[in-house]
């Protein structure tokens, strides 16, 4: 029992979703015979998934991946290769687009934005996605454009990762599933999807251009957070690399003990600032250069460009 999911489009972010689920087939495995993994394997709050030879209707049991040429094809042999016994039973079609989805139950639709109304348009892919769940990641690209270039029975789904689903340290914001006999086996599905690279949250899509700016915008404005402060480190004589590392560690500490702890930053910055130290001091340099509202004004201002973006006439 199980199901067949299929990347269509299977680029970048295809590879690593595809990874991480199959990398958390075989964690759960481990966790069968006693491995403890260093930080929690899915969204707190989910199912705990289940061991890897139980039936379950919303495990994936045979993956395929889909791209354009021959050449990108050989390519991905080799990185699921490399996966173990279960990733070498990914199978891959270049240029069999109908063919992959007739064999699907799930679909993930991970093509270039640009690129999603041409593929789904080709003859036979409507048809071969009847009945079926079809989940975008596509930037963008807004639930009433997928429905339009679908048939009426495709239960369509919009979810937005970001760039650290590379690394299994994701946030995956997927929109709310409408009422229908799936919709409880829909959501095992995606959760365990995208609980496999990060966490997953479902939100009203009227919220994703505000996603868009805090969690895929996010990590480019928490880098400049981070080399500020390992800035600041090699400006005070400390060595470039150990400077980065800090700084790294340091933030990588502060988010775990918000996300795994429940404390609020406000807790977590009290908790460290004593009366007339080195903190406080700090802290008012940063108040003085208007940190806070410079940061939230830029969230409001991404946000905005997104809801610019993939909308015919708006650039």
Known sequence: MGYTLCVLGCGTMGVAVLSGVIDSLDITSKLHNGFNPKWESHTPGTLTPAVADTPDASRASRFIACVSREESAKKLRIVFDTLGPLGRT???????????????????????PQLAEGILGEPGIKEALDGKLLISILAGVRMHQLAEWVHPSTRVVRAMPNTPCKIREGMTVVSTLPPSA?????????????????????LDEK?????????GSGPAF????????????????????????????????????????????AQIKDAVTTPGGCTIAGLLALEDGRVRSTIARGIQIATERASELGQPGRK
Request: negative net charge; charged residues 20%.
């Open 90 to 112: 990914v199978e891959i079609f270049a240029s069999k687009n109908v063919e992959a989805l007739k064999q699907a139950d799930v679909v993930l639709l991970c093509c270039k």
């Open 182 to 202: 799936y919709e409880e086996t829909d959501r095992a599905i995606i959760l365990k999807i995208f609980s496999s690279i990060g966490r997953c949250r479902f």
């Open 207 to 215: 919220h994703f251009d505000a996603c868009t700016a805090l969690s």
């Open 222 to 265: 928490a880098c400049i957070f981070l080399e500020a402060m390992a800035d600041g480190g090699v400006m005070m004589g400390l060595p470039r690399a150990e400077a980065l590392e800090l700084a790294a560690q340091t933030l990588q500490g502060a988010a775990r003990m918000v996300l795994q702890g429940g404390a609020h930053p």
